[in-house]
Nanobody, 127 residues
């Protein structure tokens, strides 16, 4: 089992910045990829970004490319999502997730392919 705890959410002004963190514990050695998803009210959970634990390869949704950056600190078993220049459309609950199978990052754009999920952290972007 892997436990995930997100933090860093809150209220941010459009054009500002915010960094989300996701700390993993438990059987973290099984982790192949860590991803970020978000879910706005009334909408489905959507892929934001993902990073592989070993090589640090990344993949982003087109909507956040160039604004958000995913990174990881393996020594701390933590993945980060740096959100720069957010806009009100980025308002959502943000979730991190872990996938344990060695598949492509394209595979991990699908929420159903992850094995473990955190409880989420809320991000509100004011205009």
């Amino acid at each position: 089992q892997v436990q995930l705890v997100e933090s860093g959410g809150g209220l941010v002004q459009a054009g500002g910045s915010l960094r989300l963190s996701c700390a993993a514990s438990g059987r973290t050695f099984n982790t192949y990829v860590m991803g970020w998803f978000r879910q706005a009210p009334g909408k489905e959970r959507a892929f934001v970004a993902a990073i592989t634990r070993i090589d640090g390869d990344t993949n982003y949704a087109d909507s956040v490319k160039g604004r958000f950056t995913v990174s990881r600190d393996n020594a701390k078993n933590t993945v980060y999502l740096q959100m720069n220049s957010p806009n009100p459309e980025d308002t959502a609950d943000y979730y991190c997730a872990v996938g344990t199978t060695s598949f492509s990052l394209r595979y991990y754009r699908n929420a159903g392919n992850y094995d473990y999920w955190g409880q989420g952290t809320q991000v509100t972007v004011s205009s």
